[in-house]
T-cell receptor, first 112, second 113 residues
Framework: GEDVEQSLFLSVREGDSSVINCTYT??????LYWYKQEPGAGLQLLTY?????DMKQDQRLTVLLNKKDKHLSLRIADTQTGDSAIYFC????????????FGKGNQVVVIP | NAGVTQTPKFRILKIGQSMTLQCTQD?????MYWYRQDPGMGLKLIYY???????DKGEVPNGYNVSRSTTEDFPLRLELAAPSQTSVYFC????????????FGPGTRLLVL
């Protein structure tokens, strides 16, 4: 089955870089996703990476995928106060039908 | 486009009461989903639908029912509310393309007392 693991809490100073990690134990995922959830809101897609890629960069966001170790990370450069949120990684896994398996989320708090 | 809308935003139920959480999307998406989010936990899939007239159970379907009579609407029904169903419920939709993201509604916060 699918088991997506994430660490829980990260505090970072404004302007610094933040790195959020995610591991999965059993997957034939085609795509892996990073979602952002701001307080009181639904989830919003930040970025995704195809499983045959090692890295994807999108402005301040860098996604690294180590398929051998089943490790996914999200680096946010020049972290802003608006980046304070909960970040979820998700994978399509073996479910098909566009179903996603989500990690528990990582809360990022940006200190001004 | 309004995207995915959910009503109500917040509801308090007594144990044993029933209610329907509404979800509507205007993006003509085939796929729709219901998740629940408990504190400190990720999202757990309750039910999903791949098209009108078709629904399937997710990870945690017990105590819930769904229907999909139209492409746009995917209501979630709680027949006998229990305290364990206190949670935040999110509806989402996506197109048929596998890389397409799921679009989430703003959520319904439910408290069962």
């Amino acid at each position: 089955g699918e088991d997506v693991e994430q660490s829980l809490f990260l505090s970072v100073r404004e302007g610094d870089s933040s790195v959020i990690n995610c591991t999965y134990t059993d997957s034939s995922s085609t795509y892996l996703y990073w979602y952002k959830q701001e307080p009181g809101a639904g989830l919003q897609l930040l970025t995704y990476i195809f499983s045959n890629m090692d890295m994807k960069q999108d402005q301040r966001l860098t996604v690294l995928l180590n398929k051998k170790d089943k490790h996914l990370s999200l680096r946010i450069a020049d972290t802003q106060t608006g980046d304070s949120a909960i970040y979820f990684c998700a994978e399509t896994g073996i479910y098909g039908n566009n179903r996603l398996a989500f990690g528990k989320g990582n809360q990022v708090v940006v200190i001004p | 486009n309004a995207g995915v809308t959910q009503t109500p935003k917040f509801r308090i139920l007594k144990i044993g009461q029933s209610m329907t959480l509404q979800c509507t999307q205007d993006m003509n998406h085939n796929y729709m989903y219901w998740y629940r989010q408990d504190p400190g936990m990720g999202l757990k899939l309750i039910y999903y639908s791949v098209g009108a007239g078709i629904t399937d159970k997710g990870e945690v379907p017990n105590g819930y029912n769904v229907s999909r009579s139209t492409t746009e609407d995917f209501p979630l029904r709680l027949e006998l509310a229990a305290p364990s169903q206190t949670s935040v419920y999110f509806c989402a939709s996506s197109s048929h393309r596998s890389q397409e993201t799921q679009y989430f509604g703003p959520g319904t916060r439910l408290l069962v007392l």
